[in-house]
Nanobody, 126 residues
Framework: QSRFVESGGGLVQPGGSLRLSCVAS????????LGWFRQAPGKEREGVAC??????????HYVDSVQGRFTISRDNDANTMYLQMNRLRPEDTAVYSC?????????????????WGQGTRVTVSS
């Protein structure tokens, strides 16, 4: 089965940091755009970051709520993508998951996203 396997979640205090990883299993992520998503309790899933499959000036996108705090990256040789999360807030608490995308034009809604992983839980609390 071709999907991502997420890891790196946990409990962290406000202001802390976590680094999430997504390893592609059964497929190669090199030619896909990639997105990180989260679903908070009682809320719909939303895309928070997207990275294209090429290095261009517009290759990386963030929603306003994580801009300047989260960093998305990819390592095609390792078939892995990452989300570095700094200055975490209680409102960042959610299950985080990753998926491939055709591009970043509609990543917030997760349109045409595939290869979903099972998610990793992030809890920001003192």
């Amino acid at each position: 089965q071709s999907r991502f396997v997420e890891s790196g979640g946990g409990l962290v205090q406000p202001g802390g940091s976590l680094r999430l990883s997504c390893v592609a299993s059964g497929f190669t992520l090199e030619y896909y755009a990639l997105g990180w998503f989260r679903q908070a309790p009682g809320k719909e899933r939303e895309g928070v970051a997207c990275i294209l499959d090429r290095e261009t000036a517009d290759a990386i996108h963030y929603v306003d709520s994580v801009q300047g705090r989260f960093t998305i990256s990819r390592d095609n040789d390792a078939n892995t993508m990452y989300l570095q999360m700094n200055r975490l807030r209680p409102e960042d608490t959610a299950v985080y998951s990753c998926a491939t995308l055709p591009d970043c034009s509609a990543y917030v809604r997760g349109r045409d996203a595939e290869h979903w992983g099972q998610g990793t839980r992030v809890t920001v609390s003192s």
